[in-house]
Structures are given as C-alpha cells and as structure tokens.
C-alpha cells in the first residue's frame, strides 16, 4: 500500500490543474503541488478604472483551480489516503 501511496503522490505532483473565471476570460495553471504555472488574462478586462473585477476574476480562477487540484488529488489518492492521519502535506489537505 505504502508504494501505491508513493506512486499516486507521484501522480499528482507531475499533473496539472486549470481553472477559470468570467468564461475564459482570466484561466490559472497549477501542478499537482499546488504551485502557479501560469496566468492569463484576456486583455478586454484589463480596465485601469475598474481593478476590482480584474481582481475578483483572478481570485475566481485561483479557487476554481484550487477545486479542480482538490478533486484531482481525492481521486488519485483518496482510496490510499483513508487509513492514514496527519494528513498527506498536500495543498488543501
């Protein structure tokens, strides 16, 4: 079990998540780590009057991501991880 548990974390550190906000408009890459890859912003909601929406899509996209790497990880690892305790020092976890 401790190797499938080793492997699955494996897994999930070389996988990478994305999420997004505003349809597309502002997308995050993250590893399995939970490390930001990258950012992109549609350059349509870059207003320098109005940081505020700029900000909350890019908040959006970090937790949409943030869900997908949770979900990802509960896959890979959840029926490894259900006897163990101290958790797996994962992100969200």
């Known amino acids: 079990m401790q190797q499938q548990l080793v492997?699955?974390?494996q897994e999930l550190a070389e996988?990478?998540?994305?999420?997004?906000?505003?349809?597309?408009?502002?997308?995050v890459t993250l590893t399995g780590e939970g490390a930001i890859?990258?950012?992109?912003?549609?350059?349509?909601?870059?207003d320098p009057s109005d940081v505020e929406t700029l900000e909350d899509?890019?908040?959006g996209a970090?937790?949409?991501?943030?869900?997908?790497?949770?979900e990802l990880?509960?896959?890979?690892?959840?029926?490894l991880a259900g006897g163990l305790?101290?958790?797996l020092g994962l992100?969200?976890?």
């Open 85 to 87: 305790s101290g958790g």
């Open 37 to 46: 890859k990258a950012l992109k912003i549609d350059p349509s909601v870059v």
């Open 62 to 70: 970090l937790d949409d991501a943030h869900r997908a790497l949770s």
């Open 15 to 27: 996988s990478e998540v994305t999420g997004q906000a505003g349809n597309g408009l502002v997308t």
């Open 7 to 9: 492997a699955a974390q």
């Open 73 to 79: 990880a509960t896959e890979k690892m959840g029926p």
């Open 57 to 59: 899509l890019v908040i």
């Open 91 to 93: 992100p969200g976890f």
